[in-house]
């Protein structure tokens, strides 16, 4: 390595601990799908958690199996690292009851933290029977959650703009 390289590396390295308890980081992974990629999965988590991410966060796919991966993997993180396991939630293709089942579950696992997305529609599907907000609601209903959400920086696509600027979903 040039003494260039070092010395950027050095500054770097500088920068990161002055910033120390002010940012804070997670990591987002897929639920694996086969054994090579858990143990990839594993060994990723191993190496992340040297930098001490706020939580960790696994995405949480339209289809049951993965579905289940997801919960897996989730109870894993939480067991095997101590590091907060925060599962991805959709209401997309789920129904109020099976998603409170989904969040008791996780609460009587011991996991505190969710991420509430509503999810991708699917294609050519009408108007959602829920949104986020919707599963916000239903998720404190639960348990007293810290929750995670998405959010545009601008209008979303599917919002109209009202008078004044704001936007509300179509209806």
């Given at each position: ?27 987002e992974?897929?639920?694996p ?41 989730i ?20 129904s ?10 996780y ?6 933290h969710?991420?509430a ?9 009408g108007?959602?029977?829920?949104y986020?907000?919707d ?7 639960v348990?007293d ?27």
């Open positions: 390595m040039s003494f260039f390289h070092a010395n950027q590396r050095e500054a770097l390295n500088q920068s990161l601990a002055e910033l120390q308890g002010q940012i804070n980081v997670s990591f992974f897929f639920p799908r086969t054994s090579e990629m858990e143990q990839t999965l594993w060994k990723s988590i191993d190496r992340l958690s040297s930098l001490k991410p706020k939580f960790v966060s696994v995405t949480y796919g339209a289809n049951s199996g993965e579905r289940d991966r997801t919960h897996s993997i109870k894993g993180i939480k067991e095997r690292t101590g590091l907060e396991a925060a599962p991805h939630l959709t209401c997309i293709d789920a109020r009851d099976e998603l409170r089942t989904i969040a008791q579950d609460w009587n696992n011991g996991i505190r969710i991420v997305l509503r999810g991708d529609l699917p294609p050519g599907s108007k959602p029977d829920m986020a907000a599963l916000v609601t239903l998720l404190k209903e348990g959650f810290d929750i995670s959400v998405a959010a545009y920086p601008e209008v979303h696509p599917e919002a109209k703009k009202r008078p004044g600027g704001s936007a509300e979903p179509e209806a």
